[in-house]
């Protein structure tokens, strides 16, 4: 007698469920960009979308709260001149968002609370040095400032965000690169490319540690750094047959496992969570999401489920775990584009009875604070990012984390590649800058190089001030323009009136000359009648 022993895992049942159309964000006028991109990020407190726009390049910041139907002159970020291809959230500032765009230049914004009230154009910093189109922009996970960007130039950049500064530059690939992660500590650095070549690198030496196929199709490949050390990729093979694999760091040439989805030809996008080690295959154009839950034992990647929606999607985003509603049981949230322009969220939960807080299903997951500093990363120092328990900062009112970023703000020290606007007309010396930290560090590099408080107004307040009174000025300069353009054409106005009343009074002064002729000519005529008629008298007296 034979029987089949149903596998054991808490995560077996996960269901899907998309919100109602009121609920969802609607009217968005999606990218129509062929560049492989999710164009779309997430975080606890907004949702960035990348639009369509005349004149350049914009993507959407929307407020959770905003739901509905978008207005069509809604505010934007739109300081790009050229298409935006892809951004992110900073993960330990949820007011900062970085993007890359064709014009070959990455900006890092900082985003007030409670959305834009108009369009903003002033990022807090423009890094640049990419030749060509810069389509990947990827934030470190534990260390402060340190951005990842890679361009059609085939160049790989990490920054250091705080004071514009290039850390490392690796220009080894030899075509686009698709794709770039890094490990779970910031160690490694996994990128995939054109030549369907798959390497690992020391991020810090920009050396390759190794490399190998990842899949034998030409067409984009992904991959990601699971939490425990293996990589996750996605690709296709020769057939143009999607599939994904799951490959050992120092066996890269060798899949532990390598299976064929389908014969779609959407490039597929996997999203990791790492709490509880599932995987979200999301194709562009399908309308399905399929999940695998990875474990030690054979077959490693279990398929669960799949949540299948009628519209095929534009784009995909993935709420971060302290984003999600703990009190349904809710184990992932996402935000899908569709190309009607609906924002769609759909909620992933495992059903439970008790309304208690489920410890089995959320276990410490990723903080908003940073481990490390940029230059102790750079240093060759390395931390896992910092965790916490969702059951200790949880609102039951608001159904999710309440972010603990209100009051942090990215500054950026004054170097000679950059031009920080905000620092115009203020001391010369340069102020350091930190990305959302308010420890001892970033108190310690803005009081270095930087002149010390003046009767208690610190150089935040100054810039403050002075970026107020600029932006006054402005407003001025504005209404001076604008009243000189209405008192011109009031002149103008008053000149054609005073114009045409000459004219009138003209044309009447004529008639009436005309008119006095007239009645001089009648008046001779009957002066010399009259005269005729006294002298044909008198000759009939003689």
């Known amino acids: 007698m034979s029987f089949r022993v149903v596998r054991s895992s808490k995560f077996r049942h996960v269901y899907g469920q998309a919100l109602k159309r009121e609920q969802c964000y609607d009217n968005i006028r999606v990218s129509k960009s062929s560049w492989d991109s999710t164009f779309c990020a997430v975080n606890p407190k907004f949702l960035a979308i990348i639009v369509e726009s005349a004149g350049g390049g914009a993507f959407i910041v929307l407020p959770h709260s905003k739901v509905g139907r978008i207005a069509a002159d809604h505010p934007l970020v739109g300081g790009h001149k050229g298409p935006v291809l892809d951004i992110a959230w900073c993960p330990h500032n949820d007011n900062v968002i970085a993007s890359g765009s064709e014009d070959c230049v990455v900006k890092v914004w900082q985003i007030p609370d409670g959305g834009l009230s108009r369009t903003l154009t002033e990022p807090v910093v423009d890094l640049v040095f990419h030749q060509r189109r810069v389509g990947l922009v990827v934030w470190h996970p534990s260390a402060l400032n340190v951005l990842l960007t890679a361009g059609s130039d085939n160049q790989v950049v990490i920054w250091n965000v705080g004071t514009g500064e290039i850390l490392v530059h690796i220009d080894s690939h030899p075509d686009i690169v698709y794709s770039a992660c890094f490990n779970w500590d910031g160690s490694k650095l996994v990128t995939t490319c054109k030549d369907k070549k798959i390497r690992i690198y020391d991020p810090r030496t920009g050396e390759v540690e190794s490399e190998a196929v990842c899949h034998e199709g030409s067409k984009a490949t992904r991959a990601i750094f699971l939490r425990h ?83 095929p999607q534009r784009g995909i985003g993935m709420m971060p775990k302290r984003g999600c509603d703990v009190t349904t049981c809710e184990i992932a949230k996402f935000y899908r584009l569709n190309n009607n322009g609906l924002c769609q969220v759909i909620s992933m939960t495992v059903p439970r009875k008790s309304d208690l807080f489920q410890e089995d299903l959320y276990p410490d997951t990723l903080a908003e604070d940073a481990a490390i500093t940029a230059e102790k990363w750079i240093m060759g120092e390395d931390a896992d990012p910092i965790t916490f328990s969702l059951k200790d900062r949880v609102s039951i009112v608001q159904g999710g984390y309440v972010s603990q970023s209100a009051n942090k703000s990215l500054s950026v020290s004054k170097k ?80 054609n009136t005073d114009s045409v009343a000459a004219k009138s009074n003209n044309t009447s002064s004529s008639n009436d000359t005309k008119a006095n002729a007239a009645d001089s000519n009648s008046t001779k005529e009957d002066a010399n009648g009259s005269a005729g008629t006294t002298t044909a008298a008198a000759s009939d007296d003689v």
């Open 229 to 311: 050390g293996l990589i996750f990729t996605t690709g296709f093979n020769r057939s143009s047959e999607r599939q994904y694999s799951l490959r050992a760091p120092d066996a890269l040439s060798d899949p532990i496992v390598m299976v064929e989805l389908d014969t779609s030809n959407g490039v597929m996008f996997p999203l990791y969570d790492p709490d509880t080690n599932l995987i979200y295959l999301c194709g562009k154009g399908d309308s399905v999401i399929r999940y695998f839950e990875v474990t030690p034992e054979p077959p490693f990647v279990h398929y669960i489920n799949t949540f299948q929606t009628p519209d």
């Open 416 to 495: 000679a590649n950059i031009l920080n606007k905000a620092a115009v007309g203020t001391s010369k010396s340069a102020s350091s800058a930190t990305l959302g930290s308010s420890g001892g560090s970033s108190a310690a590099n803005n009081n270095s190089g930087g002149s010390a408080p003046v009767s208690g107004i610190t150089e935040k307040d100054l810039r403050d001030i002075t970026d107020e009174i600029r932006k006054l000025k402005a407003i001025i300069v504005k209404h001076e323009n604008r009243i000189r353009a209405l008192e011109a054409t009031i002149r103008e106005q008053e000149d």
